[in-house]
């Protein structure tokens, strides 16, 4: 079992990641009856430079975020407030995680389609990404997506 610090590698020739790669990671919690703090460090607790940062809340009732995938990018989802599910899929096979808490990050690998459900109600889910924003990193298509991952 790869340790939570240890980089997520793949072969150089032909990058291919399944949902074994990724991983919930348990993030530092430093207890104070004043309140809590949990730090994310690229290149520590997650195994990538932290590119971007941004946050999905207000989610409305039964809807679903995600519904995609990266080529290269990695993420790192965390539930701050309240608690999601997020279905995973390498193109072979499935698997889901309930995130609700939020000193734990989901690692997603790239060539991993995601998406996000499930959303309580006031729930917030920040996302560390290894990337900026580019629009020919995602795969939109899931008939795509899966004809390269397989």
């Known amino acids: 079992m790869r340790s939570p610090l ?7 020739a032909s990058p291919r990641y399944s949902l074994e790669d990724c991983r919930v990671i348990e993030l530092p919690k ?5 309140g ?5 460090e690229g290149q520590v607790h997650v195994p990538f430079d932290i590119a971007r940062v941004y946050y999905l809340y207000d989610v409305p009732g039964g809807a679903e975020r995600g519904g995609h995938a990266h080529r290269a990018l990695q993420q790192l989802i965390i539930a701050m407030s309240g608690s999601f599910d997020v279905l995973l899929d390498d193109g072979r096979s499935r698997r889901q995680v309930h995130l609700n808490r939020s000193y734990y990050g989901l690692l997603v690998c ?5 998406e996000l459900s499930n959303f309580s109600s006031g729930s917030v889910c920040m996302v560390l990404a290894s990337h900026r924003y580019d629009e ?3 795969y939109r298509d899931y008939a795509v997506f899966q ?4």
């Open 30 to 34: 430093i207890a104070d009856p004043r």
């Open 147 to 150: 004809r390269d991952a397989g």
């Open 136 to 138: 020919a990193d995602y």
């Open 110 to 114: 790239p060539m991993i389609w995601r």
């Open 36 to 40: 809590n703090l949990t730090f994310v």
């Open 6 to 12: 240890s980089p997520v590698a793949a072969p150089a």
